[in-house]
């Protein structure tokens, strides 16, 4: 398996942020999509003052599979194609849903590598890629809202902190919610890691798969899972190994997934005893308003503060002198 060695505790290679006039190419790994939210999720990236390009397929349907938004060889042609396009940068996901398992094996992930670093966008299904990005190219991705996604185009809070943490990201270090809670109270350091649950537990024993999130900050969130599949979801992780020496877990939404308390009473028995802090309800995932939580950066984790703060901004200020480079 061709991965591209990390160092513990360093964080990830972070790409540049972006600036006005810069190219964003859209571009839909998994599920189909509607074109009436992609086209206002464009018009929000527009208004930024971005040029936004719409991959080829991203209107596709799978001929015989209406689950997936093309032909795996035609959206990971189009997810190739983005990345290495030199006057592409950033790449944001359409929307989730499922597809990028079948997708992942067929990129190109040692041309993908050559080509410079940009910010990539997504969450949900997206946290294959994330974990592949994070793998095989080293980088530093962020876990995020789509452009054809409800809270990118119905809530304001939503975009504007994707927003800043493209543009501005040094006033996005500091990720909080007013729900957030220690579910098993102290301070945890490390490299920010995870995604959605359920798509994180399916990479479980791939070739792909990272022997286990030791030293890390995970963050988790899942939707539409009952408490038992959770505690399915979140057994399968700890046997095979991949909560092994995590420094500290940070929860986000649970929409659909049954009562809160109920949700709570799982995470409590299958996390509760790593000795490691967990923050409840960080706000990100699939909830109706959502932050955008950098993936490979090195984070403290205050559970008894509701708290997750980057040691550095998600993305790096190219036009900043060198020395003044977070």
């Known amino acids: 398996m061709d991965q591209q060695p990390t160092t513990p505790g360093q964080g990830l290679t972070r790409p540049p942020q972006l600036r006005p006039g810069d190219h964003i190419a859209v571009v839909a790994p998994s599920g189909p999509i509607d074109p009436d939210r992609l086209t206002a999720g464009c018009e929000i990236l527009r208004s930024w003052g971005l040029r936004v390009t719409v991959a080829p397929h991203v209107l596709d349907t799978h001929p015989l599979l ?128 995870g995604g959605c649950l359920h798509v994180l537990a399916a990479e479980r024993g791939t070739p792909a798969a990272r022997p286990s999130y030791a030293g890390g900050i995970l963050i988790l969130e899942d939707v539409n899972e009952h408490p038992y599949q959770l505690d399915r979801l979140l057994t399968q992780f700890r046997r095979s190994g991949a909560l092994d020496g995590v420094a500290g877990i940070a929860l986000g939404s649970w929409e659909g997934c049954g009562r809160p308390e109920r949700v709570r009473s799982v995470m409590l028995d299958r996390l509760g005893d790593l000795g490691v802090p967990v923050l409840w309800e960080l706000g990100f995932g699939h909830c109706p308003s959502t932050l955008t939580v950098p993936l490979g950066v090195p984070a403290l984790l205050d559970a008894d503060a509701g708290t997750l703060t980057l040691d550095r901004p998600a993305l790096v200020d190219t036009a900043a002198p060198a020395s003044e480079r977070a």
Do not use: N
């Not at 990005?133 to 185009?153: D, H």
């Not at 919610?177 to 102290?186: E, F, K």
């Open 66 to 193: 209406g689950y997936l938004a093309g032909t795996d060889a035609d959206r990971a042609a189009d997810l190739q194609g983005a990345w290495l396009d030199p006057t592409v940068d950033a790449v944001i996901c359409a929307r989730g849903g499922y597809g990028v398992h079948r997708i992942v094996d067929l990129l190109d992930w040692t041309a993908m590598r050559a080509a410079r670093p940009k910010p990539f966008v997504g969450f949900s299904d997206v946290s294959s890629l994330h974990e592949a990005f994070a793998r095989r190219l080293g980088l530093a991705t962020l876990y995020g809202p789509m452009a054809a996604a409800s809270s990118f185009i119905e809530d304001g809070p939503t975009a504007d902190h994707l927003r800043r943490t493209l543009f501005d990201p040094a006033t996005t270090t500091v990720l909080g919610s007013p729900g957030a809670t220690a579910l098993v109270p102290g301070r945890a350091h490390g490299v920010t890691a």
